[in-house]
């Protein structure tokens, strides 16, 4: 469904919107995906190091940004045709679960959440300690998260776009004001939070990696108090 409303946005146009289990309903913004990348993704993306491990690239518009700075970067998506569409942008974009076995385990210096993707598998501790074991142990994670006073928690979510939907799936929110305890739980020290014209951010980098878990090894199925969210 995701695959098929990026086609479809790209050719006519139109709204597609998230709704959760709750009842709450978002939009899904997939023109701003198509796009170029705009001032704030530029911003966020200036002096980033490389290599860069985009999770949840989607059309690419991020890695096409970094490819003009010079920097290498490889995206990871589960939909082919977002990857498809990436790739035809001049990015480099695998179709793949950021859980199974990736390209570089150890050795990416940057990682990238953004447009909601802290949510993807709706456990973001599990998520956030998958991507410490991909990271170079002084590398650094880029995350956006939903502005304080946002619930959060783990919930369930599909897409609707023209009357179409798709099957229910595992997600998270993770507000700003909730990030340090995740962040503790996953192994990162939070460097900084910001907001940019109403969405906010967060750069974590790296507690010491424990000596019993290697660079590229994958966590456990479930870590600590925070493995709900």
């Known amino acids: 469904m995701y695959g098929e ?62 490819a003009a700075r010079g920097v290498f970067a490889l995206g990871v998506d589960l939909s082919p045709v977002a990857v498809a569409l990436a790739v035809g942008r001049g990015g480099r974009a695998i179709v793949g679960d950021i859980f199974d076995d990736l390209p570089g385990g150890g050795t990416w210096r940057s990682a990238l959440l953004l447009d909601g993707n802290i949510g993807i598998g709706g456990c973001p501790v599990r998520l956030l300690t998958r991507l410490g074991s991909l990271l170079h142990a002084d590398g650094v994670l880029l995350v956006e998260l939903e502005p304080p006073g946002i619930r959060t928690g783990a919930t369930q979510a599909r897409i609707e776009r023209d ?15 909730d990030l340090t305890p995740i962040a503790d739980a996953s192994g990162f020290a939070i460097a900084a939070v910001w907001s940019m014209a109403g969405r906010w951010f967060a750069r974590c980098t790296q507690i010491d990696r424990p000596a019993d878990r290697p660079p590229g090894e994958g966590p456990p199925p479930q870590t600590g108090a925070y493995s709900v969210l």
């Open 163 to 177: 009357g179409a939907v798709s099957s229910w799936f595992a997600w998270a929110r993770v507000a700003a004001c």
């Open 5 to 66: 409303g990026l086609l479809a946005t790209a050719r006519t146009g139109g709204a597609a919107r998230v709704r959760l289990r709750e009842g709450s309903v978002l939009p899904l913004a997939l023109e701003r995906y198509l796009g170029p990348a705009d001032e704030i993704d530029e911003r966020l993306l200036e002096g980033l190091a490389g290599p860069v491990l985009d999770v949840g690239c989607g059309p690419g518009r991020h890695l096409h940004a970094l």
